[in-house]
């Protein structure tokens, strides 16, 4: 795209040329948001999962950070100059969780652009693998927030998009459900 600050025409293509943002260890799932374009990434971590916006010629700073924390990963392996952890020069995470509590993994969903739940409109909706815990992201009024709905999916492995935009997601035993009911006390999910 126009904004990608690592393409250079005049070169032809080259590998720098397919970057747009970089620093990311394991991206796990992203969508697009309709209503601006913007694209959002979840991403696994060794203690910390995140939900980021993606932005052309960002540093998300894996190794040196994950989400917000110093991790693990040390400079080894990087060219020299790297930023230390903490500089402001790394886009931080718009939400992130730990691995507390049997949370494992994220698992990246899609955002909400169906007509049956207009209060999901624009929601970013992910979970996490081994709980089954499934939240919807959103920035009302300026701020990310991310509420976690009751019902719970163990094995979470997927989401998926029908041409309505109406959401569904699978597990690794078997389950295929359509979201039919976004309450965020009690969420119902229908077997397929």
Known sequence: PADNPFYTAADGITATDYLYAYGFRNPFGGAWRASDGAHYEVENGPSVDRFAKVVSGRNYGWKLMEGTICGGGGTSGCPSGVPACNSPSYALPILEYTHSGGDCSV?????????????????YLYGDYCTGKIWGAGNAAGSWTSRLFARRAPNLTTFGEDAAGELYLATGDGLFARIVNANPISPT???V
């Open 189 to 191: 999910l229908a077997s």
């Open 107 to 123: 698992t990246g969903g899609y955002v909400y652009r169906g007509r049956q739940f207009p209060q999901l409109a624009g929601t």
